[in-house]
């Protein structure tokens, strides 16, 4: 399976544990998509299906999944309708940003076109809705469809909001709630609905995922500044480059209210000079530390979540995954 | 309501007998989504929801909903989702496209920009499949998730194939399946299974729903290049004008299979004055009362599936509905 060659199998049973050997299951049902009839299809299946990644998503679900009734024959397709949810909306806003790559592989826009990738996102949904149909709970296909319309207004308000310079952090936060957080709140506790878990749990879980999300899209975005072109696939910064203000970027306008280069910028003054020189300071300051600081905060409420859990192999793991959203370099 | 607005009142009432005035709660539950926070998100879903159209997708749902117990608090939202399903593909048709324009109006695509659209397309994928979640009735569900599947599935299997010569008529029945009938048949069939019609009856919907579907595409088809400019709101021909070979041009080559405007096209030389001349060709030739008599054997097969129904008022409306889809004019 592609995340097992991604990831070393020690790290991933480390980072797992009482579900590692479960995802394979996961991978296994995503990966049958690509038996269909149609060779041109199964082409895009593969390329858009194999790029790896950890998982985080599914392993979150199957986690959840602990707390009650662990069966895999409804897990395991909720689980894979939450990574496929996460894929096929990729695919879409790769169409969007007209990004070539993602995780250094060419993305489904750049290889085929953009009216085939918005197809093939469409496609991925129905699969993943699907996947969430055979759980047979309504309340579980409820939170997905939200999950859904909360991600593409996310989208939708980052897309309206690009080179406008009047963002705020509660605005950013907000937004990086519908794009990340969001599905990451319903991996959480759809896999405890599934599973039967007491509504106190049920709603723990769903902060968990809500915080543990929010953590992950700001060390996501300071990466896109501090990582090299090297390890992120693509030019250090880009989100800036491309008018989207992150968090650092956001602090860095607060340091400097009346004139930087961003304002400057997004005022139509030489866009690609001074934003090249907003992200060469950025880089410099130490508002990147800053940026770590308000992701350890969610963590740390991530982790107050796990508090309405019962003791344990799932909940020591969640509160290590906590950890691994903060160090991660990738 | 747009839709009583676009068709005079009487000939709703004709057309849609026993359901025509339960469709304003359809229309209601649709414009009901416009009420958002955001002021930008409202102004699209204004531009794109009210549109018109006849909405007879929902009426159809209504219709086979008439022949169990008829339960608006579930058919609304059904017959809802299913034309916000189709109000949803449009939206991203108009991204592959690139339409300016349709029923006369500018798209989404050309009012904001792709990529708005791709996600205002899957936001309003997420709400029908909301809508549909109200039924609380998994194999609906499924249905609904199936048909975006098979949609999509057709909508990609016509990008790929635009400008490919070796299309043949089996294969654009395939073709339209996907991309028109399966929502049709989903209709029919959802409407059945909501309001606890037997099996029987339930499978006779589905097929009455795919082929009236296939008639009604097929006369879409005829009349791209039948009707005016005016009419369309686009040039006559086309879709043949984007590569794309519906019935009349494939009965046009089949009718010149060594040589023809349309291969030459197809080939590669001066791709637009071919393609004029052939359109041309087909409007003034009998290809287009071919096709016709192609659809009337599907409306056929729409009526004769009407069989296994009981004989009474909704029967006697899906039957007229036959008619309306071949006489239409747009």
């Known amino acids: 399976m592609t995340a097992v060659n991604a990831v070393a199998r020690g790290e991933l049973a480390a980072l797992y544990g009482p579900v590692a050997d479960d995802l394979p299951r996961v991978d296994a049902l995503i990966a049958s998509l690509v038996q269909v009839e149609f060779p041109w299809l199964r082409r895009m299946l593969e390329s858009t299906l194999g790029g790896g990644g950890k998982r985080l998503r599914p392993a979150i679900a199957l986690l959840a999944g602990r707390l009650g009734r662990y069966d895999l024959e409804l897990l395991v397709p909720l689980a894979a309708s939450v990574e496929l949810l996460h894929t096929a909306t990729l695919v879409h806003d790769d169409v969007i940003d007209a990004a070539p790559k993602r995780r250094g592989r060419p993305t489904a826009a750049a290889l085929f076109n953009n009216a085939s990738s918005v ?19 309504v309340q579980v296909i409820r939170n997905f469809t939200d999950t859904l319309r909360v991600m593409a207004q996310g989208e939708l308000a980052q897309d309206i909001a690009a080179f406008e ?28 609905l599934v599973t039967g878990a007491p509504e106190r749990e049920v709603r723990a879980l769903r902060r968990f995922g809500a915080q543990i999300g929010i953590a992950f899209q700001i060390v996501d975005d300071v990466l896109d500044f501090a990582a090299t072109a090297e390890e992120l696939g693509k030019p250090a910064g880009s989100d800036l480059l491309a008018g989207t203000l992150t968090l ?14 961003v304002r400057r910028a997004f005022a139509g003054t030489r866009r690609r000079a001074n934003l090249q020189r907003a992200v060469a300071d950025i880089r410099a300051s130490d508002l990147l530390e800053q940026s770590m600081a308000t992701a350890r905060r969610f963590a740390d409420e991530a982790r107050a979540a796990l508090d309405a859990l019962p003791a344990g192999e799932p909940r ?13 370099r990738s």
């Open 316 to 328: 020591a793991t969640l509160d290590g995954l906590v950890d691994y959203v903060l160090a991660r």
């Open 119 to 137: 197809m093939l996102g469409d496609y991925l949904f129905a699969h993943a809705a699907e996947f969430v149909t055979r759980t047979g709970h």
């Open 165 to 192: 310079y009047s963002r705020d952090v509660q605005r950013y936060l907000d937004r990086i709630h519908g794009k990340t957080a969001s599905l990451f709140a319903t991996a959480a506790e759809n896999g405890a």
């Open 248 to 261: 650092p970027a956001l602090l860095y306008m607060e340091s400097a209210p009346d004139d930087n280069p």
